[in-house]
């Protein structure tokens, strides 16, 4: 009998080191995807495919999992997965309130939604995107926001909100000195952008 209960012990202590050890690879293999995000998408995109993800067991690993998953598509200029792994990282920053990263996942849900050609559901995502976002001052993410937004007011002929949207999008990248952001925004998206006399 004692035995046995030693032979559990230690069959449980194995697993527990087994789970300490896979929970710090996870977390050097997001480091390091983190690191590359904007010098290689294609490498930081291998890493988290390669990823097994039966092995991202908790919530904020599943969460953080999706945001850099998302960024390295969007950066290499691939669709968003029809799955339940933004909403899943939207649920979880909300539990915790990490507004910043739920402001995150919010603007993936709605850049998600554009691709599948849901205007309103992409709309009400952007928004509540913003929302959570000017809680923090995040100006190059708040950008990137109120660009999708401009183009999509565009799209509906609302011109009145579209340059609003424009502006701040403009005002905010100037903010943040990234101009070659501002410019690369600008230049990629293959939907003209009208300009007006204010």
Do not use: W
């Amino acid at each position: 009998m004692m035995k046995h209960a030693m032979y559990i012990s230690l069959f449980l202590l194995l697993c527990l080191a087994e789970s300490c050890t896979n929970d710090r690879m996870i977390s050097i293999s997001f480091d390091t995807a983190e690191r590359l995000m904007h010098t290689q998408p294609d490498s930081t995109l291998h890493i988290l495919q390669t990823l097994d993800e039966q092995h991202i067991l908790h919530g904020a690993q599943k969460a953080r999992f999706a945001l850099l998953y998302y960024e390295a598509l969007e950066k290499n200029d691939l669709a968003f997965p029809n799955d339940t792994l933004i909403e899943n990282a939207i649920d979880y920053y909300n539990s915790q309130r990490d507004y910043q990263r739920l402001g995150l996942a919010l603007f993936y849900q709605g850049k998600r939604y554009l691709q599948r050609d849901s205007i309103t559901k992409a709309m009400f995502a952007f928004l509540q995107s913003e929302k959570m976002l000017q809680r923090y001052r995040d100006e190059e993410l708040l950008g990137t926001v109120n660009f999708e937004m401009a183009l999509l007011y565009q799209e509906q002929h609302n011109y009145k909100e579209a340059l609003t949207h424009f502006q701040q999008s403009l005002a905010l990248f100037q903010k943040t000195d990234n101009k070659k952001e501002e410019g690369h925004l600008l230049l990629k998206n293959s939907r003209p952008v009208i300009y007006f006399r204010s």
